[in-house]
């Protein structure tokens, strides 16, 4: 057992190694919200949502732990567990569910059921999306969390909170506020740290330096993809306080780092590829926000899903990309 630049490394399956490398898998698993097999980033992500939030660091360590811990039980390839696959949409669905859910007994219950149930539909699309080599991202926190919102018109001891969308037909919006330097330097950061549904101008820059700590690649292409969303909503006209929360921004944060990198070898043609990807991350994000408005549901991380779907079973077709494996 030894420590290397990502976190712990094992040798063997010795049971004298088990809580560590489980400690391990799991920080890994929050690591891998950003894409980021990392125990270092994903202790830092915890720690700068612990900064926000000690409710939202605490979800985020259960709905992992119980999410990774299932994946465990049911046997599922040791080296998938702990590369962190299978912690990073229980922490989203945890965090997700006492951010739009009132937080208590039924909600927390909620948490680690839909955090487990994470894991299954996990190994669904992994099994799925096998053939073309696809990427589940982050769907199964999208579809688990949907679900369980879409539960509480049916559910009376399930009480939303006031951030779930008002259920309504969408309504054209004018130009609200005026966009300044401040503006532009909150939402910077607001845009990375809404990954894990934080709005915390501190916390942003704690994600920042857990992902350069993990890569500076993506580091800048997190910093970079954030700016363009808030680039894309100012210049489209977006409201002012939603460009300073950072809500246009986490998506393309998301599918800046998956295609400026990970996804792809990083050379000009990937480049090119990850920005008009994250250029239309924020205005798929507008499409599926207006989309959903009438159920009352939020967009979530649904646009990056989707966009980088559709880039990644484009690519083949494109030989100036190279995959990375």
């Known amino acids: 057992m030894r420590f290397s630049s990502a976190g712990l490394v094992t040798d063997d399956e010795a049971p004298a190694g088990f809580f560590p490398e489980f400690v391990d898998s799991v920080l890994r698993g929050i690591g891998q ?27 985020a360590l259960v709905g992992t732990t119980v999410s990774t811990a299932t994946a465990m039980v049911l046997a599922v390839d040791r080296s998938l567990v702990r590369v962190g696959l299978f912690g990073f949409n229980g922490a989203l669905v945890a ?38 080599k696809v990427p589940a991202l982050t769907a199964p926190f999208v579809l688990t969390s949907l679900c369980v919102f879409l539960a509480t018109a049916r559910f009376g001891r399930l009480e939303s909170t006031h951030l779930l969308p008002t259920a309504g037909l969408p309504k054209a919006v004018t130009v609200e506020g005026v966009v300044v330097a401040s503006t532009v330097a909150e939402g910077l950061f607001n845009g990375v740290s809404q990954v894990f549904f934080q709005e915390n101008i501190v916390t942003g820059v704690l994600f920042a330096v857990g992902l350069l700590i993990s890569s500076r690649v993506a580091c800048v292409a997190a910093l970079l993809g954030s700016l363009t969303g808030l680039a894309v909503a100012w210049g489209m006209g977006a409201a002012e306080p939603a460009i300073r929360a950072g809500a246009f921004g986490f998506n ?28 239309a991350t924020a205005v798929v994000f507008a499409a599926i926000s207006a989309a959903l408005e009438p159920l009352g549901m939020p967009a979530l991380t649904l646009p990056f899903v989707v966009v980088v779907w559709t880039f990644a079973l484009a690519s083949p077709l494109f030989p100036g990309l190279r995959a990375s494996n």
């Open 33 to 59: 919200v950003m894409l980021q097999n990392n125990s270092y980033a994903g202790l830092i992500f915890l720690i700068g949502i612990g900064y926000n939030s000690t409710l939202f660091a605490l979800a």
């Open 95 to 132: 965090i997700a569910l006492l951010y739009f859910l009132q937080p208590g007994v039924l909600a927390w219950s909620c948490v680690i059921v839909a955090s487990a149930c994470s894991t299954i539909v996990m190994a669904a699309l992994l099994r799925l999306f096998g053939t073309w």
């Open 252 to 279: 393309s944060v998301l599918t800046a780092i998956a295609l400026g990198g990970t996804l792809f070898v990083l050379n000009t043609a990937s480049i090119s590829y990850a920005l008009l990807a994250t250029i």
